[in-house]
C-alpha cells in the first residue's frame, strides 16, 4: 500500500509484456466531437506517437484515480475540469493484466496545462480524424470500440 506499488512490468498471457502490476489505467478527455490525445516523448514506450495520458495504477487507487493521476502529472489537468459522474469505462482485460480507460467529459473551463517530460504536447482532435494520427499501437487497436462506446451513449 505504497504510492508507486504498481510501477513493474507484468508477462501477460496474452505474449506481450505490459506496464502495471495492477493493471493500468488512463483517461480520454471529449468535448463536442473532440478527444484529447497527448503525443509521447521520444524517449518513452512507444514514444512519439499520440495517444492518452495513463499509466500503472497503485493497489489502493480505483481505475478512476489512477487515470486522472497520470492526466495530472503528465498534462496538467485538474481533477475539477472534468465531469466524472457521466464518465464511461472501457475494459482492455487480458486475464492477467488490464487497461481500462476512463472517458470523461471536460467542463466548460476545462484548460490543459503544464506538460511534464513524458509528453511533448497535448492537443483536441476531431473524432473522424484520430485514424490519420501517428497512434500508440494499443490505443489504435482499441479506438475503434471507444469510438462506437462514446457515440452509442450521445
Ligand atoms: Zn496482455
Redesign the pocket.
Known sequence: MAARDGDGW?E?????R?WGLHGAAGLLLTRSGEILLQLRAPWVHNGGTWGIPGGARDSHESWHEAAIREAIEEIGISGEMIDLESALQFSDD????RYETIIAHALDHFTIGESNHETVEANWFEMGKIEELPLHVSFAKAWPDIKALIESSQ
Request: aromatic fraction near 10%; glycine fraction near 18%.
Open positions: 507484468i501477460c498471457r496474452c505474449g506481450s505490459h487480458h486475464g492477467d493484466w
